[in-house]
């Protein structure tokens, strides 16, 4: 998640300054073809770009009714982030009321801004944002988003009596085959695969430095496959849990001899620096792949589908060899020339 702050401190709601204990979450869509954060989200903070036709959510406009915690949306360069607009216990204006009273008094709120509600690439994108922010929440509070009431739409908002009547986020879901169902149990699977354990590490994309946290040696298996053992610490490069699915998390873990520390490494081009992709050996269909293809110290490491873009293209540079005579290879990232790393050195 690319989550970033800038609080609309000119926004009525934020001025009215009143508090909530939160219960839960409620997810809205903007209901218009515009995913540019900057159509809502203002000033310019080098990343947003310029609203040029100031008409964003930072204005104190008695025209102006609404305000929500985050928007998840499109920056300048292309890349999709999360700003926090208002405090998390902060009353938001974002759904009315129904007969049962108002879920401005129990929810946090956030806006994905919509496009064309056809771009498969840009939905799955927001989509996962939209996960990780919401299990980023749930932490924090303590929520379970599979129970009832807890994580909705503004349409589920409605049913549950609570808001106005709108068809957001469900007409949007609907479109690519998804449902409030799926991003919930999204949610908390999410949530699971982040909770600590005593002997796996996070594994991250980061400044090339040339230290052994970036180094890995390439072991050749049997069947054609390799595994990357860490020079650090000897774990292994793993898919998590050894669940071969998109958005799973790709860490080091000890050797298990398992299917998620085995890959197919295929190439791309040749070379003394070869550029190749790395699949798990179970699931060719999957990649190891650069979240968003972005390029920010910190990013993190998953499978996902073979999309055959940047995200998923390494370049295998040579870094010596083991005395047993296996090869030591940095996997840099082609988009960005940072290395897959192990964060804070494995330790």
């Not at 982030?81 to 129990?106: E, I, K, V």
């Not at 699977?189 to 090339?208: A, C, H, N």
């Not at 293209?313 to 790393?341: M, Q, Y």
Request: some cysteine; charged content about 20%; overall charge negative.
């Amino acid at each position: 998640m690319d989550l970033n702050k800038l609080i609309l401190t000119n926004n009525r709601c934020y001025k009215a300054g009143k508090k909530i204990t939160p219960k839960g979450i409620m997810v809205h869509s903007t209901g218009a073809n515009n995913p540019e954060l900057r159509r809502y989200v203002n000033p310019d903070d080098g990343r947003l770009g310029k609203n040029l036709y100031n008409n964003h959510w930072n204005i104190d406009s008695p025209n102006l009714s609404v305000c929500v915690h985050a928007f998840i949306g499109r920056l300048a360069n292309g890349n999709v982030a999360t700003y926090q607009t208002l405090p998390w216990d902060h009353r938001g204006w974002h759904c009315a009321s129904g007969p049962l009273g108002s879920g401005n008094d129990t929810h946090i709120s956030f806006e994905i801004c919509e496009d064309g509600l056809t771009n498969h690439t840009y939905f799955e994108s927001v989509w996962r944002e939209a996960v990780e922010l919401c299990a980023y929440l749930c932490k924090m509070y303590d929520f379970n988003p599979l129970a009832l009431g807890v994580l909705i739409d503004h349409s589920e908002g409605h049913i549950a009596g609570i808001s106005s009547n709108h068809a957001d986020i469900r007409h949007w879901f609907i479109r690519h085959v998804l449902s409030m169902d799926n991003f919930r149990h999204e949610v908390a699977k999410m949530i699971d695969s982040q909770t600590p354990d005593p002997f796996g590490r996070t594994v991250w994309l980061y400044e090339t430095n040339g230290t052994y946290a970036q180094d890995w040696i390439l072991r050749p298996c049997k069947d054609g496959s390799y595994s990357f053992e860490s020079v650090a610490n000897g774990l292994m490069l793993d898919a998590r849990g050894n669940r071969m699915e998109p958005g799973n998390d790709v860490w080091a873990y000890p050797n298990n001899g398992t299917d998620a520390q085995r890959w197919h490494i295929k190439a791309i081009t040749g070379g003394l620096t070869p550029t190749v992709s790395a699949h798990p050996f179970a699931d060719h269909g999957l990649a190891l792949d650069i979240e968003g293809n972005r390029h920010e110290s910190g990013t993190r490491i998953q499978l996902w589908e073979v999309n055959n873009t940047r995200a998923q293209e390494f370049t295998l540079v040579f870094r010596g060899l083991t005395p047993e005579g296996d090869v030591v290879v940095t996997l840099i990232h082609c988009d960005s020339n940072k290395a897959i790393d192990l964060k804070h050195g494995g330790k």
